[in-house]
């Protein structure tokens, strides 16, 4: 099956609709006072969602690009390595790792690390010195960790061997051909893949509630068993998770858009 060419005024009619909706939404904020409190204590956890976001995202492309190197590397104990510790994240669900991460491997590292502190004289640990919020974030960066590497690792794969070899014949390190060369061309391959992962860690920055992290999830659960308002109080959450995330997705849009266009002068 050929792939149907893109017209050439994709009017957003969808934009529309999600706008239309949102404004109604946002009016009835500004008419309904149910609506107003409810915003009002969602409000408080925005912080906490964008925080777990960007901090979680940002720790995972990290080690996810690590992952991705070690999977390309000529050493076949970190082949290996990599490429264990991302099929084992993968095939675990994240709510699954998240309480697994909170309640069982947590306090086993702090078991660990007090029973090597206590011959040296160190300060011993508990439990409470690493909150919830903190395992939260821990367990999604091991998580999305393992999913950035494979998109991490197609993009390098796809830039083309003779790039490398020309930088090498110029006499250019291995460092200096990954940061000039190679990742550079892969970046624009990388980024709508990449995105996603990011609007979908803004959702899946939801599932922190179930440890009682005080995010956007957690207020709403919390407001609508208060004040038994389940409709008008998802209404709003819904709304903000959508605001996040559709801002997002236009905004990388228009960035892939922009690379695109600067490749082709390029």
Request: proline content about 4%.
């Amino acid at each position: 099956m050929t792939p149907v060419a893109r017209p050439k005024k994709d009017f957003p009619w969808w934009l529309v609709v999600l706008c239309a909706v949102g404004a109604w939404l946002f009016w009835q904020v500004a008419a309904d006072p149910v609506y107003s409190r409810v915003l009002a204590t969602l409000s408080k956890g925005i912080s906490i969602t964008v925080m777990v976001t960007l901090v979680g995202f940002f720790g995972a492309s990290i080690l996810g690009l690590a992952l991705a190197v070690a999977t390309l590397s000529r050493w076949l104990v970190l082949r290996q390595a990599a490429r264990l510790y991302i099929e084992v994240m993968r095939g675990i669900p994240i709510i699954v790792l998240l309480l697994y991460v909170a309640f069982a491997m947590t306090p086993a590292l702090i078991a660990a690390w007090n029973w090597a502190a206590e011959p040296l004289g160190l300060g011993a640990l508990s439990t409470r010195d690493f909150s919830l919020l903190w395992r939260a974030v821990l367990a999604l960066v091991l998580a999305y960790s393992a999913f950035i590497a494979e998109v991490f690792r197609a993009g390098l794969q796809a830039v083309d061997i003779g790039q490398t070899e020309a930088a090498e014949a110029l006499g250019l390190n291995r460092w200096q051909r990954f940061r000039h060369i190679v990742f550079p061309q892969a970046f624009r391959t990388i980024l709508p893949p990449l995105g996603n992962d990011f609007v979908a860690m803004v959702k899946d920055s939801s599932l922190v509630s179930v440890l009682g992290v005080a995010d956007i999830t957690q207020l709403g659960k919390v407001t609508a068993a208060g004040n038994f308002r389940y409709f008008e109080t998802y209404n709003m959450v819904a709304l903000i998770y959508l605001t996040m995330t559709i801002g997002l997705s236009l905004g990388l849009r228009r960035l892939e858009m922009r690379l695109r266009r600067r490749g082709l002068r390029g």
